[in-house]
């Protein structure tokens, strides 16, 4: 279906629920006789039994992000009854490493997202292994009936992008993100990034405004009009939705105090796992001309990296210093020299953990400490070109 056509209307969720043959469907468990219940516990009176039936819809018909038979009926039932007022109940989540107390309304909509997330991804990533088996013709299935919804889940969703509470406002923001990944959906685009660059540009929380620019970024909108902005964390949000010439500038400046910025969102926002620091710094290595530039973010960073985020932050930064692998007897550049320098200076880059050993030897580097340090020491650095 086109996003021109007319989106069929979300379904009575009672009627879906009786009309479906869930015992013919399946989850990560098995036959999806169940999940009726689970979808009906959604609308208990008792908070906690909501909390513990959108745990286990999580746990079987999205289970840790895959797309199964079930999914696509759950999902138009969970978007038809975000009007519900027992959506407005506020519980904590069911699993213990989330500590959020939020209305069940916030954390549906977060599970459309997830949902919407996989379905993208999928678009994205066509996997040909197991063509022609039973199991992958099923999973096929399941996805393309997961895609054929997000017109109406987009419907259902997006209003809530104006909801008086900022927690349902924000999940609804990542769920719609997601939704126009799809690419039937791009007319939609337009419209709502025009919603969203009011909220940027608005007088909102710094949260609120920083996940809209990252939405029209992900959407191709162009942010740079925001370079300028008094707050730096909308600067550097702004920076990572632009190729203008102060996207590097803000990025740097955002970089300068890498765990200041770590700070700056008492959550991560929806749109990236990790320390936010990680994501500057992608920001930053996609847009930098040279290495030179990338430098003083560079020595901001040592001080935080170690064996376990090399992947995340030095790793990379080797790779930008590194274009070509390093070979025996040509002089180290002074910002490679510099780079370099204070990495063997750092105890926590080195260790038992192998993770950098790619990384530096990618470089054309030696994998340990004592020999980098040699190189060091013989190597004269040389005015970069």
Do not use: K
Request: aromatic residues 8%.
């Amino acid at each position: 279906m086109s996003a021109n056509d007319a989106t069929p209307a979300l379904p009575d969720p009672a009627a879906l629920l009786a009309a479906t043959d869930w015992a013919a469907l399946a989850h990560a468990y098995g036959p999806a006789d169940g999940t009726p219940d689970d979808l009906l516990g959604l609308l208990h009176d008792d908070p906690e039994v909501q909390a513990e039936s959108l745990g286990r819809l999580e746990m079987s018909v999205l289970h840790q992000g895959s797309l199964y038979s079930a999914t696509a009926p759950a999902a138009l039932f969970v978007a038809a009854v975000l009007n519900d007022p027992r959506t407005l109940a506020v519980h904590e989540a069911f699993f213990p490493w989330d500590d959020r107390v939020r209305p069940l309304r916030a954390a549906l909509l977060e599970w459309l997202g997830e949902l919407a997330d996989s379905a993208a991804y999928e678009d994205d990533e066509e996997d040909e292994d197991g063509a022609g088996d039973d199991a992958w013709a099923e999973e096929i299935a399941a996805i393309e009936a997961c895609r054929a919804v997000r017109p109406q889940l987009f419907d259902a969703v997006a209003p809530w992008l104006d909801d008086a509470d900022a927690t349902v406002r924000e999940a609804a923001l990542s769920a719609v993100t997601h939704l126009l990944r799809a690419p039937e959906l791009a007319d939609r685009i337009p419209a709502a990034a025009g919603r969203l660059e009011r909220i940027a540009r608005g007088d909102g929380d710094r949260r609120e405004r920083a996940g809209a620019l990252l939405s029209l970024g992900a959407w191709g909108r162009d942010t740079g009009g925001l370079l300028t902005d008094s707050d730096p964390a909308v600067r550097a949000c702004a920076a990572l939705g632009t190729s203008a010439p102060g996207a590097v500038p803000a990025l740097l400046d955002a970089l300068a105090d890498p765990a200041a910025a770590d700070q700056w969102f008492d959550e991560p926002l929806p749109h990236f796992d990790g320390w936010f620091r990680f994501t500057l710094l992608r920001g930053l290595l996609d847009r930098a001309r040279h290495f030179d530039e990338v430098l003083p973010a560079a020595l901001s960073l040592v001080p935080m990296c170690g064996q376990y985020t090399v992947d995340s932050d030095w790793g990379p930064l080797l790779a930008s210093a590194f274009p070509e692998p390093y070979t025996s007897g040509r002089p180290l550049t002074a910002a490679q020299h510099a780079f370099l320098r204070a990495l063997a200076e750092r105890d926590a880059c080195w260790g038992d953990v192998a993770n950098r050993v790619s990384w530096l030897r990618s470089a054309g580097l030696p994998t340990e400490r004592a020999p980098l340090r040699a190189l060091l020491a013989a190597g004269a650095a040389t005015p970069s070109p």
